[in-house]
């Protein structure tokens, strides 16, 4: 108890403690120092480097602070943290030859990617070689049945998020009917819209139609007529649930608004971008509504410090939650590495990547940028979820929900 009391204190008090100050202090060389390696696998590029790269920008920057302070302190020996990068540029092909290069062979962990077929691309052939994988966005709540006990989620799942949505829409929006509109091109929408449904339906909503259309062509999706099918549906559609991300998240909006359909649109955190948020519509966006992970307008001191210490490092505030996520995979895994030294901290074996996933799985009631993270027996974190407002291109937590 008391190792975790004070890993707690480490990475949760004095960590904010530094961003706040936003100082980059030079840490002289500990006695015993030692290195330990975490692969990093990401996309920069290509349909996926709006999630991917924020979250490299953030464990990148939390590598940095927690070296800065001298490293993790575990016994007589302070751990440097070296992030092993690896872009893939949005080639799935590219995460498999990542996870078996040869450079990743000394890890002791992994941390990559925000998108469930990626991480399935890449993780098992860490996993299976004994090394734990951290995702810091992935959301598909079926991975940890596919890839063991040896994989953890910093975000919730897909399913957690649909359930919150509902439960706002239905309750808060007071809202009893509506559309949907489905994109099928990812696991993600798809299982988000499937696990909103069944919420929405249990609670008494009734879902009037759902329209499906499909993403990443060079050519954007048809939305007219899904448009023309909307106006014409009696009963009338009191909101529109839509299950996209990015692009088609904010040409969606725009379509709706611009066509003059004011009802309530509520998503996931697919509109958790800045695609949304500069959608070129007649009049400013509002109404419009979505679960994401507790970041994106917050004023907990963890949040603030982050963003504080996000601009110093790269000139502009983090993109999005990713960027958070990012930073929260890199503290939490640090704080594993602590708790598993720990245990034999006369003559800590900090290269002991099952002490490390063990340890992962004990984590509990971490205070992180997105939340409190305590793992659940399927290794996703048991955290609120905010439900976000987007008003005269402001985002407005206006809901905190929790599992």
Same mark, same amino acid.
């Given at each position: ?24 202090? @030079? ?7 030692? +290195?330990?390696?975490? #692969?990093?696998?990401?996309?920069? @590029? ?8 924020? #979250? ?7 590598? *940095? ?45 992994? &941390? ?7 991480? !399935? ?16 966005? =992935? ?13 953890? !989620? ?11 949505? #509902? ?9 009893? *009917? ?6 099928? %091109? ?10 909103? *449904? ?33 106006? =014409? ?60 992970? %507790? ?9 603030? =410090?982050? &963003? ?27 704080? =594993? ?62 809901? +905190?929900?929790?599992?």
């Amino acid at each position: 108890m008391l190792a975790k009391v004070t890993a707690k204190v480490i990475y949760g008090v004095v960590l904010v403690l530094v961003l706040a100050l936003g100082q980059a202090v @030079s840490a002289e060389p500990k006695q015993g120092q030692q +290195t330990v390696k975490v #692969a990093l696998l990401y996309n920069s @590029s290509g349909p996926m480097a709006s999630i991917d790269d924020p #979250a490299y920008k953030g464990a990148v920057l939390a590598a *940095k602070l927690i070296n800065v302070q001298g490293g993790i302190a575990v016994g007589p020996k302070h751990i440097t943290l070296e992030l092993i990068p690896t872009d893939t540029a949005s080639n799935i092909a590219k995460a498999s030859s990542a996870a078996v290069d040869e450079k990743n062979k000394e890890v002791v962990a992994a &941390i990559g990617y925000g998108d469930s077929a990626f991480v !399935m691309s890449a993780a098992s052939l860490f996993i299976n070689k004994g090394i734990p994988y951290i995702t810091p966005g =992935a959301t598909l709540p079926t991975l940890f049945q596919t890839l063991g006990d040896r994989f953890f !989620m910093v975000a919730y799942g897909d399913d957690a998020q649909g359930q919150a949505i #509902a439960d706002y829409t239905y309750q808060t929006l007071n809202t009893k *009917k509506i559309a949907m509109w489905v994109d099928t %091109s990812m696991a993600f929408t798809l299982t988000v819209s499937d696990s909103f *449904k069944q919420r929405f339906t249990e609670l008494g909503g009734t879902i009037l139609y759902a329209d499906l259309f499909t993403s990443g062509s060079s050519t954007p999706p048809d939305f007219s007529k899904l448009i023309e099918r909307l106006k =014409a549906t009696e009963p009338k559609p009191e909101a529109i649930f839509i299950a996209a991300i990015d692009e088609e998240a904010a040409l969606s909006v725009k379509l709706l608004r611009n066509g003059g359909i004011d009802i309530p649109i509520v998503s996931a955190d697919g509109f958790d971008s800045p695609f949304v948020e500069k959608a070129e519509t007649v009049k400013p966006i509002k109404n419009v509504y979505f679960a994401t992970h %507790s970041f994106r307008g917050e004023t907990r001191s963890e949040v603030t =410090a982050f &963003i504080s210490a996000y601009k110093k490092e790269y000139g502009s505030e983090p993109a999005n939650a990713y960027a958070a996520l990012g930073f929260d995979a890199v503290n939490i895994l640090a704080d =594993a590495i602590k708790r598993a030294g720990q245990r034999n901290s006369d003559v800590p074996d900090v290269l002991d990547t099952s002490a490390i996933s063990k340890a992962l799985s004990e984590t509990k009631d971490f205070k992180v940028v997105t939340g409190t993270i305590s793992m659940r027996q399927n290794m996703t974190p048991g955290k609120s979820i905010a439900i976000v407002e987007i008003k005269d291109g402001k985002y407005t937590v206006v809901h +905190t929900w929790r599992p």
